[in-house]
């Protein structure tokens, strides 16, 4: 059983802080703006289906069933709600405009794996859109996410403090088109492209 499955009545109450203090700030800055077949992957409790904008066409998947039953509860009937892993998504190459997660590549045991999959899925030129926790950034961000790491992934037993996620977008074959930093690094926006191959 995930740590998810057993936190998530009472996960959105954890998060409230840092959501106050910078996540809901950001959120309805993103998410309102993307268009067109989007998935996104590790919905969560849905602290995102509300802000997608109407007329888009939204799949949202998480691979826990007690996270995707806390969302059910507030999201809107037009977004389809999935229980899939993200490392082994049940789509058809190229079929989204957008592929995008929240606080969700901390936790997935295998991200390049599971942003292979979101490559996948994408169309050419589909966009990635991230926002999520990792490394911080010299020379206070990266020591305070390494310090905690150990105490933290062993409380949580899935979330990683101190990876490198914009390393493993760019590894697992998108291009970077823009990083946002935010509390010392340890936040930040990525935006990449699913570039053609040639």
Not at 39 to 44: F, H, Q, R, S, Y
């Amino acid at each position: 059983m995930s740590v998810f499955d057993e936190i998530s009545s009472i996960y959105d109450l954890g998060m409230l802080p840092l959501e106050l203090l910078v996540f809901r700030r950001l959120r309805r800055r993103i998410f309102p703006a993307l268009r067109g077949r989007i998935l996104e992957i590790g919905v969560g409790t849905g602290a995102n289906v509300g802000l997608y904008a109407e007329g888009t066409d939204v799949y949202a998947c998480d691979a826990s069933e007690s996270v995707l039953q806390v969302t059910r509860q507030h999201s809107p009937s037009w977004v389809r709600l999935l229980l899939t892993d993200a490392q082994r998504l049940p789509f058809p190459d190229g079929i989204f405009d957008v592929v995008t997660a929240s606080l969700v590549f901390c936790s997935i045991a295998d991200p390049h794996q599971g942003l292979s999959e979101a490559r996948r899925v994408l169309a050419a030129e589909g966009r990635l859109v991230l926002l999520e926790h990792m490394r911080g950034l010299p020379p206070l961000g990266d020591r305070l996410t390494d310090l905690f790491h150990p105490v933290w992934h062993s409380w949580s037993r899935e979330c990683h403090l101190n990876r490198e996620t914009v390393q493993t977008v760019e590894q697992a074959g998108f291009t970077i088109e823009s990083v946002r930093s935010h509390l010392f690094g340890i936040v930040r926006e990525i935006e990449a492209r699913n570039e053609e191959q040639s």
